[in-house]
């Protein structure tokens, strides 16, 4: 579904993905792990061509995207989760909703995300800003899947919920790719990323240094590349 070979991207001078290549295989959840600061947000914004300036191949169904506009993107079929939620704090839930328009007759609809997020439902007349980061959260994910992609990007969408919410949210992406979704997740929240993903990156300024099934992800991989100290 994803292939990246040898993805250079910078922002002015500065040079940040280093040949970076990796993979997501149809319906197969990936996760990019690494501190701050090493270039996984910046992986997720060169896929949908939010960087100035990228080198290299990013293929999206055998499609070279690495030139193309984000919208042109988005249509092909990616859908982003972006870091901080980002919606409109001055709309209601329902119209938050409607600013995503569904690509297919026959992909999600506004009935679908209420049936996955019971709780959005109930709430679905309150403005934006007065929801909870967790529903907030349950908003971001609800509005991607409206454009019915067939690779989601999700940018820490643990970041800033309590541990309830945690659970509830994993629970949500784990039901996402029981249904066969193929997703790309950046995730600081290792228990998290562990029990979702099938396979694990590990960036380190800008370069993938660990690659493997999560089954080889252990503690001396975990140490070595993601302590502070490293």
Known sequence: MLQIKNLNAYYGESHVLHNLSLKVGQGQVCAILGRNGM???????????????REGTIE???????TAKSYHISKSGV??????????????????????????????KHDDVFKLFPRIEERQH??????????????????????NPKLLLLDEPSEGLSPLMVQEVSKIIRQLK????????????????KEIAD???????????????????????QKKHLSLSS
């Open 79 to 108: 859908g982003l989760v972006p870091q901080g939620r980002r919606i409109f704090p001055n709309l209601t839930v329902k119209e938050n909703l409607l600013t995503t328009k569904t690509n297919t007759e026959n992909g999600w």
């Open 39 to 53: 270039g996984k947000t910046t992986t997720i914004y060169s896929i949908m061509g939010m960087v100035p300036k």
């Open 178 to 193: 029981q249904a066969g979704l193929t997703m790309l997740l950046v995730e600081q929240n290792l228990a998290m990323a």
């Open 199 to 221: 396979y694990i990156y590990i960036l380190n300024k800008g370069r993938i240094v660990f690659e493997g099934a999560v089954e080889e992800f252990n503690g001396d991989i």
């Open 126 to 147: 309150s403005m934006g800003g007065n929801l909870s980061g967790g529903e907030q959260q349950m908003l971001s994910i609800g509005r991607a899947l409206l454009t």
């Open 60 to 66: 999206v169904a055998g499609r070279n995207m690495v």
